[in-house]
């Protein structure tokens, strides 16, 4: 059975980077036909998708968010980690890793982290 | 970006009443449209995926159906269990995109 655990400071000061790691067990992440994503929930709102990226290394962004989000992988420790630049009180959600399973057509996010509270304040 | 939007944004029915869901995507996404179930402080999960296959181990009560840009999801015969906000979700482009979710209480 595939886990995925998010861990990182759930306190993050306005205009800091917010820094997340996602630690996959069950299945390796170097597996083809998945990619491993990010997505955000804003206390009482819905869901916002921030990006992935496949065990290669390459990546694609919400262009919302492009510009402040790098997302990198460790194939080593089955991990793989979400950097945000520049963070203000917006920026404060419920953070989960997920696995998106793709192929054949189809593309789901079937496997998700219990997801991670990060709030951003001084 | 593909917008999505649900209704209603909430409703409340009783145990064993028929519930449905509108989904509509800003342009045609086929097919490419999941649903997922997420309990109050919990991840979300599949239900459907493909508008209208149902994921392994997931109730029958639960249905998709639609293509293009007009989907539905339907409860057949609500139970205690389903409270909980449901989401649409596309994937025929990137940025995948979530509706704003619907909110399901019981009456």
């Known amino acids: 059975q595939v886990q995925l655990q998010e861990s990182g400071p759930g306190l993050v000061k306005p205009s800091q980077t917010l820094s997340l790691t996602c630690t996959v067990s069950g299945g390796s992440i170097s597996s083809g036909g998945y990619y491993w994503s990010w997505i955000r929930q804003h206390p009482g709102k819905g869901l916002e998708w921030i990006g992935y990226?496949?065990?290669?290394?390459?990546?694609y962004y919400n262009p919302s968010l492009k510009s402040r989000v790098t997302i990198s992988v460790d194939t080593s420790k089955n991990q793989f980690s979400l950097k945000l630049s520049s963070v203000t009180a917006a920026d404060t959600a419920v953070y989960y890793c997920?696995?998106?399973?793709?192929?054949?057509?189809?593309?789901?996010?079937?496997?998700w982290g219990q997801g991670t509270l990060v709030t951003v304040s001084s | 970006d593909i917008q999505m939007t649900q209704s209603p944004s909430s409703l409340s029915a009783s145990v064993g009443d028929r519930v449905t869901i509108t989904c509509q995507a800003s342009q045609d996404i086929s097919n490419y449209l999941n649903w997922y179930q997420q309990k109050p402080g919990k991840a979300p999960k599949l239900l459907i995926y493909?508008?209208?296959n149902l994921e392994t181990g997931v109730p029958s009560r639960f249905s998709g159906s639609g293509s293009g840009t007009d989907f539905t999801f339907t409860i057949s015969s609500l139970q205690p269990e389903d409270i909980a906000t449901y989401y649409c979700?596309?994937?025929?482009?990137?940025?995948?995109?979530f509706g704003p979710g619907t909110k399901v209480d019981i009456k």
């Open positions: 979700q596309q994937y025929d482009n990137l940025p995948r995109g």
């Open positions: 493909d508008a209208s």
């Open positions: 990226i496949y065990y290669s290394g390459s990546t």
């Open positions: 997920a696995r998106e399973n793709y192929g054949s057509g189809k593309a789901y996010f079937d496997y």
